[in-house]
Nanobody, 117 residues
Framework: QVQLVESGGGLVQAGGSLRLSCAASGSTFSIVAIVWYRQVAGKQRELVARITNGGSTDYADSARGRFTISRDNAKNTVYLQMNSLKPEDTAVYYC???????????WGQGTQVTVSS
């Protein structure tokens, strides 16, 4: 199994930046891609950005041009650099892994991002 731990959230003013980290452990050899999601209370979890083992990336329309996903293979860590943050980016951010066979890793606690106007 693969475990994910998110960190780096916090309170920031609109227009500011944060960098989130997602550290993977366990059977990391089985990871096909790492995905960042976010969730607002009472709403469905939504995909924010994804990076594959091959380095391909894609983004939700709301994140494209402002967020950048990257990875450090030596540290088994994926980052989400978030710039030009908006109040509507306020959410709990989670990462998870897509594994061979299309299963997923274990959900972590998430990290809270709050953007004040």
């Amino acid at each position: 199994q693969v475990q994910l731990v998110e960190s780096g959230g916090g309170l920031v003013q609109a227009g500011g930046s944060l960098r989130l980290s997602c550290a993977a452990s366990g059977s990391t050899f089985s990871i096909v891609a790492i995905v960042w999601y976010r969730q607002v209370a009472g709403k469905q979890r939504e995909l924010v950005a994804r990076i594959t083992n091959g380095g391909s990336t894609d983004y939700a329309d709301s994140a494209r041009g402002r967020f950048t996903i990257s990875r450090d293979n030596a540290k088994n860590t994926v980052y989400l650099q978030m710039n030009s943050l908006k109040p509507e980016d306020t959410a709990v951010y989670y990462c998870n892994a897509i594994l061979f066979g299309s299963s997923m890793g274990s959900w972590g606690q998430g990290t809270q991002v709050t953007v004040s106007s």
